[in-house]
């Protein structure tokens, strides 16, 4: 079992930066994927962007040249840099992971775009 606590999550004005940081415990293996997903009330969850072990990124449209997903594995840690926030940004971001073919979740921390 992993287990997935995000934090960083807070209000902020539109065009402002904010990190969300999620920390990954438990039995991790060394090839997994890491993700910020997010849900804003009365849409879908999205993704925002993933990284693998190896680096490697992908990232939603609408997010594409604002967001920065980076990891630290010696952390077990995943973090996504935000700037030029919009307030169509704001929504409950979660943290995944996808561990030996097994998606875990964190609980997600909200992200409010507001002047």
């Known amino acids: 079992q992993v287990q997935l606590v995000e934090s960083g999550g807070g209000l902020v004005q539109p065009g402002g930066s904010l990190r969300l940081s999620c920390a990954a415990s438990g039995r991790i293996s060394t090839s997994n994927i890491m993700a910020w997903h997010r849900q804003a009330p009365g849409k879908e969850r999205e993704l925002v962007a993933s990284?693998?072990?190896?680096?490697?990124?992908n990232y939603g449209t609408s997010v594409k040249g604002r967001f920065t997903i980076s990891r630290d594995n010696t952390k077990n840690t995943v973090y996504l840099q935000m700037n030029s926030l919009k307030p169509e940004d704001t929504a409950v971001y979660y943290c995944?992971?996808?561990?030996?073919?097994?998606?875990?979740w964190g609980k997600g921390t909200l992200v409010t775009v507001s002047s």
């Open positions: 990284i693998s072990s190896l680096g490697t990124t």
């Open positions: 995944r992971q996808t561990n030996n073919g097994v998606l875990y």
